[in-house]
């Protein structure tokens, strides 16, 4: 739990946020609101317009109607690195690190937000890299990691700006089970650094059912659903939307 936090004031609030390009309503009168040391996801079919909140949220999209507020203060029109010095980190669904820079010097380039020392960065970095159990690759080249380790580099070059809020977007896609469920298992540690968390996903429902205080439906840009997990998996507009038959199996 993040300790310097108001207790009374959301970390962060949506309220009635709707985003359209042309003529296709991305987000939809989104509202919902999140405390902090909370670990939120999102989740909902390709198209629901998930990316969508979390680019609005960090500044990279602006709504066209709606606010965002975080830590009371209104962000709706912030620049990305405005957002991101206020405490809003974020992953992407497609990692791109630095190719050409070792995994430490990658995440070193997060730590120089706050900090103009080459020592201070690379101790900051450090500490992330062992929370995230990578300190055997720190003087590996990016260009060469697998899946798994990419996308913990993408949550270390972002937990390296120490954000407040860190919204990881599809960050288990791709990977195994097995991979998705132990990154899943540090994403839960994340509000032991006072790191408050929004994740996105598709469709790995082990990592949202193991690792979620609370879940947000969205189907075509509309929020469905909110609630605990066990509860919106046995909710039929959910399973009719988005989870389809096996869960009816699955929850009875």
Do not use: C
Not at 27 to 56: C, D, H, W, Y
Not at 116 to 121: D, E, K, L, N, P
């Amino acid at each position: 739990m993040n300790k310097d936090a108001d207790p009374v004031t959301p970390l962060l609030e949506l309220r009635n946020v709707s985003k359209r390009f042309g003529g296709l309503r991305a987000v939809r009168e989104v509202s919902f609101t999140m405390g902090a040391g909370e670990i939120v996801f999102v989740i909902g079919p390709n198209g629901a317009g998930k990316t969508t909140v979390f680019n609005l949220v960090s500044g990279f999209f602006h709504p066209d109607e709606g606010s965002i507020l975080f830590q009371g203060k209104d962000v709706s029109k912030l620049a990305p690195h405005l957002s991101a010095r206020l405490g809003i980190g974020r992953t992407f669904q497609i990692v791109k690190p630095l190719a050409n820079l070792t995994v430490l010097q990658n995440v070193m380039l997060g730590a120089f937000m706050h900090t103009g020392s080459t020592q201070t960065a690379e101790a900051e970095a450090t500490k992330v890299l062992a929370f995230l159990q990578m300190s055997h690759l720190k003087d590996f080249s990016a260009s060469g990691l697998p899946l798994a380790a990419l996308k913990r580099l993408e949550i270390a070059r972002a937990l390296a700006t120490k954000p407040k809020l860190i919204l990881l977007d599809e960050v288990v896609s791709g990977l195994t089970t097995n991979e998705a469920l132990a990154l899943a298992e540090l994403i839960k540690r994340l509000p032991e650094w006072g790191v408050s968390v929004v994740g996105g996903v598709e469709h790995v429902m082990q990592v949202v059912m193991k690792i979620a205080d609370r879940v947000i439906v969205l189907d075509h840009g509309a929020k469905i659903a909110e609630g605990i997990p066990s509860e919106v998996v046995k909710n039929p507009e959910v399973i009719e939307a988005y989870l389809g038959a096996k869960y009816k199996e699955l929850v009875g």
